[in-house]
Nanobody, 127 residues
Framework: EVQLVESGGALVQTGGSLRLSCAVS????????MAWFRQVPGKEREGVAC????????FYKEFVKDRFTISADKAENTVYLQMNNLNDDDSGVYYC????????????????????WGQGTQVTVSS
């Protein structure tokens, strides 16, 4: 069974940085497209960033471009989300997700494509 375990969430000041990690076990990491989503109470979960299984393509939502970077280490079966210049709107629970599908265009942010999810890690940005 595939398991995804996120870590790295914390309370951080506006303008600060965090790096989230997602450790993947129980599956063939090389086959998965990986993504980060986030959710705040009362709102739908939204895609943040995605990295293709070959690590050759990355996708970002406009509101995190040039601030967040998604990367992966195949040797460690781990996906990262480096988040810089955080603001209050970045607060939420961040989830890691995996799919064997190969999304095209904006479909990477469709939750329905993802078969496996982590339990989430809380990020709180406070001024």
């Amino acid at each position: 069974e595939v398991q995804l375990v996120e870590s790295g969430g914390a309370l951080v000041q506006t303008g600060g940085s965090l790096r989230l990690s997602c450790a993947v076990s129980g599956g063939n990491f090389d086959k998965y497209t990986m993504a980060w989503f986030r959710q705040v109470p009362g709102k739908e979960r939204e895609g943040v960033a995605c990295i293709s299984s070959g690590l050759d393509n990355t996708f970002y939502k406009e509101f995190v471009k040039d601030r967040f970077t998604i990367s992966a280490d195949k040797a460690e079966n781990t996906v990262y989300l480096q988040m810089n210049n955080l603001n209050d709107d970045d607060s939420g629970v961040y989830y890691c997700a995996a799919t064997i599908a190969k999304p095209y265009g904006g479909s990477w942010s469709w939750m329905v494509l993802y078969d496996h999810w982590g339990q989430g890690t809380q990020v709180t940005v406070s001024s």
